[in-house]
């Protein structure tokens, strides 16, 4: 049973840089992609980054490409998010995900409860 371990949410200003992380216990092999998905206020949930289980294969949706950094350790089955120069836009909850396919998914088998993230002077 995969248990999903979220952090590293809060209140950031514009400009800022937070550094999200999950830890996953319970993740086998069968689940080789992990990813974020971002659920803004009033907004459906969305994919903005994955990485598969060698870290070789990552992808971003556009609005964050450049600014957001996925991040794995095997090792610890944690994955990072490094996200810099904020924007408001940015607010939402964060999910950590994991999917049996590819990098992005369709949708993704299994998620966490989510950590907030506020941008917001």
């Known amino acids: 049973q995969l248990q999903f371990e979220e952090s590293g949410g809060g209140l950031v200003q514009p400009g800022g840089t937070l550094r999200l992380s999950c830890t996953i216990s319970?993740?086998?092999?069968?689940?080789?992609?992990i990813g974020w998905i971002r659920q803004a206020p009033g907004k459906e949930r969305e994919g903005i980054s994955c990485?598969?289980?060698?870290?070789?294969?990552?992808w971003y949706r556009g609005s964050v490409n450049r600014r957001f950094t996925i991040s794995r350790d095997g090792a610890q089955d944690t994955v990072y998010l490094t996200m810099t120069s904020l924007k408001p836009e940015d607010t939402g909850v964060y999910y950590c995900?994991?999917?049996?396919?590819?990098?992005?998914?369709?949708?993704?088998?299994?998620w966490g409860r989510g950590t907030q993230v506020t941008v917001s002077s």
């Open positions: 990485i598969d289980s060698r870290g070789d294969s990552k």
């Open positions: 319970g993740l086998t092999s069968d689940y080789p992609v």
């Open positions: 995900a994991v999917d049996r396919s590819r990098c992005p998914p369709i949708r993704y088998d299994a």
